[in-house]
C-alpha cells in the first residue's frame, strides 16, 4: 500500500487524488484524519505506525521552526525504518532554492532519507504558481510586489502532485533519483497584465514592513521566509528550468501564468472593500 502524509494539506491531499486517479491502492494520513485515513502526528512519535507501507509519500510537514521540522522527519523516517517500509518518495525544494529560508530544513531531511538505508526518490519542487499569484499585493486596483522584473520557474501544485503519484506508483525506475521540477518563468508584469492592471515594484525593505506590521496571522518565521522568495525571484536566483517534470508527466506541464493568474484574481478584493 501507498501512504500520503499531509493527506489534508493541499499537496497531500491533490497527491492522494492523482494516485486514485491512476487506479492505484492508497491512504492518507494526518494529524486529523478524514475517514479512511491514519492518524500520523509527527510530534508525537508513538502515534507513526507504518505497517504494511510499500511506498511513503513524505510531504514534508513545513509551518514551524527548522528543528522542529527536521525532529518531525526524523521520527517519520525512523518509523518507517522499523516498519519495514519499501521506498520514500520526500517532497523536497528546488534545487536553486538552496538560498531560501527554509531550505535548510529540506536539505537535512535530505541527509536523513539518504542516510535511512531505504530505497529513496526525492522530488524537489518548485515553488508553486498559485503561490506566486497570491503574494501580489492588490493596492488602488493595481498589483504590488518586491518582485521587480525577475522571474519564477513556476509550477502548478496539481502538476506536482502528479509527479509524486507517477513516482510513487512505480517507484522501482526512480530509485536513488533526485528530479528537479520546475516549471515555466513567469513574472509579476506578466500576471498583471492578464489581470489588465499595472504592477508597481516595491522594495525589499517595505515589503519586510509590511510582513511585519501589516500582515497579520503570519508566524515569527514566516516573514524571513517570504522576504527570501522575493529578493531570490527579484535577483533571478528562481527562474532556471529543467526538463524533469515533463519527463516524468510524459506531456507539457500545466501552464502556470494562468494559474499564478486566477490566484491572483482570487485574491482581488471586491469594489468598494
Do not use: C, K
Not at 527548522?66 to 520514500?88: F, I, Q, T
Not at 532519507?113 to 519542487?125: E, F, Q, Y
Not at 514592513?209 to 497579520?216: F, I, S
Amino acid at each position: 500500500m501507498i501512504l500520503v502524509t499531509g493527506a489534508n494539506g493541499n499537496l497531500g491531499a491533490a497527491t492522494l487524488a492523482a494516485l486514485h486517479a491512476r487506479g492505484t491502492v492508497a491512504a492518507g494520513g494526518s494529524r486529523t484524519p478524514g475517514e479512511g485515513m491514519r492518524r500520523l502526528d509527527f510530534d508525537d512519535p508513538s502515534s507513526l505506525d507504518l505497517a504494511g507501507v510499500s511506498t511513503l509519500v513524505l510531504v514534508s510537514a513545513g509551518y514551524a521552526e527548522d528543528d522542529r521540522v527536521v525532529a518531525r522527519h526524523a521520527a517519520v523516517l525512523d518509523a518507517a525504518v522499523r516498519d519495514g517500509v519499501g521506498h520514500v518518495v520526500y517532497t523536497s525544494l528546488t534545487t536553486a532554492g538552496d538560498h531560501l529560508g527554509f531550505a535548510l530544513a529540506h536539505r537535512a531531511t535530505e541527509r536523513l532519507v539518504r542516510a535511512s538505508g531505504l530505497p529513496w526518490t526525492i522530488l524537489r519542487n518548485g515553488l508553486y504558481a498559485e503561490l506566486f499569484g497570491g503574494l501580489l499585493m492588490w493596492a488602488g486596483g493595481d498589483v504590488e510586489s518586491a518582485f521587480g522584473d525577475g522571474a519564477l520557474a513556476a509550477v502548478s501544485r496539481a502538476d506536482l502532485a502528479e509527479a509524486a503519484a507517477v513516482v510513487a506508483s512505480d517507484p522501482a525506475p526512480h530509485g536513488g533519483r533526485v528530479y528537479d521540477l520546475v516549471g515555466t518563468p513567469i513574472t509579476a508584469g506578466q500576471v498583471a497584465g492578464e489581470l489588465g492592471v499595472a504592477h508597481r515594484v516595491i522594495s525589499l525593505g517595505e515589503y519586510r514592513r509590511r510582513l511585519l506590521h501589516e500582515t497579520p496571522g503570519l508566524l515569527p518565521f514566516q516573514p524571513p521566509m517570504l522576504a527570501s522568495i522575493a529578493t531570490g525571484i527579484r535577483h533571478g536566483f528562481l527562474d532556471g528550468t529543467t526538463p524533469d517534470l515533463t519527463d516524468l508527466l510524459g506531456r507539457a506541464a500545466r501552464a502556470p501564468l494562468a494559474t499564478a493568474v486566477a490566484a491572483a484574481s482570487a485574491a482581488r478584493p471586491e469594489a468598494g472593500d
